[in-house]
Nanobody, 124 residues
Framework: QVQLVESGGGLVQAGGSLRLSCAAS????????LGWFRQAPGKEREFVAA????????YYADSVKGRFTISRDNAKNTVYLQMNSLKPEDTAVYYC?????????????????WGQGTQVTVSS
């Protein structure tokens, strides 16, 4: 069992930066692939980024590539999402999630555990 708690959301102006954190419980944290997703009002939850167990392999949605960076610290049981050059269209609730396998990391249905989400609002 893994419990995930996100933090770091808030209100920022376009062009600004935020760093989201997701703290996890459980002794097997390093065994999981971790992902970040987001959901804007009236839209489906969408993939943002994912990172493999070692932190070497990272994956990004085209919409955030070059602006967002995912990283993890297995010693601290924490995954991060550094968000730079934020745009109003990045406004959403951001969720972190964990899954056992490394395949199909873009699919919400493949993830075993989810956090409660943190709101990110980017003003124009």
């Amino acid at each position: 069992q893994v419990q995930l708690v996100e933090s770091g959301g808030g209100l920022v102006q376009a062009g600004g930066s935020l760093r989201l954190s997701c703290a996890a419980s459980g002794r097997t944290f390093s065994s999981y692939l971790l992902g970040w997703f987001r959901q804007a009002p009236g839209k489906e939850r969408e993939f943002v980024a994912a990172i493999g167990w070692s932190g070497v392999s990272t994956y990004y949605a085209d919409s955030v590539k070059g602006r967002f960076t995912i990283s993890r610290d297995n010693a601290k049981n924490t995954v991060y999402l550094q968000m730079n050059s934020l745009k109003p269209e990045d406004t959403a609730v951001y969720y972190c999630a964990a899954k056992y396998s490394s395949t199909y990391y873009r699919r919400t249905s493949e993830y075993n555990y989810w956090g409660q989400g943190t709101q990110v609002t980017v003003s124009s």
